[in-house]
């Protein structure tokens, strides 16, 4: 069955890897899976047809056959679980990278989206400036817990998974501020990811869409 996954047809980042999309395409490439790709608008989004897919008009959206899914988190376990290359074989092993998968989207990314919004969303805000240095400093909590825990290792536990895939793509949203450039190891664990085949080939994909025509 044909995988069809949905993306902007314009993303807001002009496809630097930053839209949710390209931790699915990821996936996919690191588990040899052909996909196809449907463009949506942001009016489109915000459709029937669309939020009889994704409730929130959001994307990515996944379909094979009759399955489809939503949140990237999901999608990115539903394929590591059925596709091998993203997931231990060992069971306590597996659980640990799901665990990562969990900490990424829960621990790590909630402290990085309130950031975007106080810089990008509410910067006209009169207490904008007030509440950036706030929430910069959230975010460099988390990404002073993570770096401790990383070390001197290539990834989080073990081989790469799942869980470093979706740490990794987490991660690559504080490269704009600067802040992952405070974080040498972590500056070097997402290099190492965005280093990798399959990740190559997704950001391509990604960024093919977005280039001037």
Same mark, same amino acid.
């Given at each position: 069955?044909?995988? /069809?996954? /949905?993306?902007?047809?314009? #993303? $807001?980042?002009? @496809? !630097?890897?930053?839209?949710?999309?390209? +931790?699915?395409?990821?996936?996919?490439?690191?588990?040899?899976?052909?996909?196809?790709?449907?463009?949506?608008?942001?009016?489109?989004?915000?459709?029937?047809?669309? %939020?009889? %897919?994704? *409730?929130?008009?959001?994307? $990515?959206?996944?379909?094979?056959?009759?399955?489809?899914?939503?949140? /990237? @988190?999901?999608?990115?376990?539903?394929?590591?679980?059925?596709?091998?290359?993203? %997931? *231990?074989?060992?069971?306590?092993?597996?659980?640990?990278?799901? =665990?990562?998968?969990?900490?990424?989207?829960?621990?790590?990314?909630? *402290?990085?989206?309130?950031?975007?919004?106080? !810089?990008?969303?509410?910067?006209? !805000? $009169?207490?904008?400036?007030?509440?950036? *240095?706030?929430? =910069?400093?959230?975010?460099?909590?988390?990404?002073?817990?993570? #770096?401790?825990?990383? &070390?001197?290792?290539?990834?989080?536990?073990?081989?790469?998974?799942? &869980?470093?895939?979706?740490?990794?793509?987490?991660?690559?949203?504080?490269?704009? #501020?600067?802040?992952?450039?405070?974080? $040498?190891?972590?500056?070097?664990?997402?290099?190492?990811?965005? =280093?990798?085949?399959?990740?190559? +080939?997704?950001?391509?994909?990604?960024? =093919?869409?977005?280039?001037? &025509?």
């Amino acid at each position: 069955m044909t995988i /069809t996954i /949905t993306a902007f047809d314009r #993303s $807001p980042d002009g @496809g !630097k890897g930053l839209a949710r999309d390209t +931790r699915v395409r990821w996936a996919l490439e690191e588990a040899g899976l052909p996909y196809a790709v449907r463009l949506v608008s942001f009016r489109a989004m915000k459709e029937p047809a669309h %939020l009889a %897919l994704h *409730p929130f008009g959001q994307i $990515p959206t996944y379909e094979e056959g009759d399955l489809v899914l939503f949140e /990237t @988190g999901a999608i990115v376990l539903h394929i590591a679980q059925r596709h091998g290359g993203l %997931l *231990p074989a060992d069971a306590n092993a597996r659980a640990r990278a799901i =665990a990562w998968m969990f900490a990424a989207v829960n621990s790590v990314e909630p *402290p990085i989206l309130e950031f975007f919004n106080a !810089k990008v969303v509410e910067r006209d !805000k $009169p207490w904008a400036a007030e509440r950036l *240095p706030l929430v =910069a400093d959230r975010v460099r909590d988390r990404l002073r817990q993570l #770096s401790a825990r990383l &070390g001197d290792a290539d990834w989080l536990d073990g081989d790469f998974s799942a &869980g470093d895939l979706m740490m990794a793509s987490v991660l690559l949203r504080t490269r704009p #501020s600067g802040i992952l450039d405070e974080f $040498p190891s972590l500056a070097a664990y997402v290099a190492r990811g965005e =280093a990798r085949p399959a990740y190559r +080939r997704a950001f391509a994909a990604q960024l =093919a869409i977005n280039a001037p &025509g």
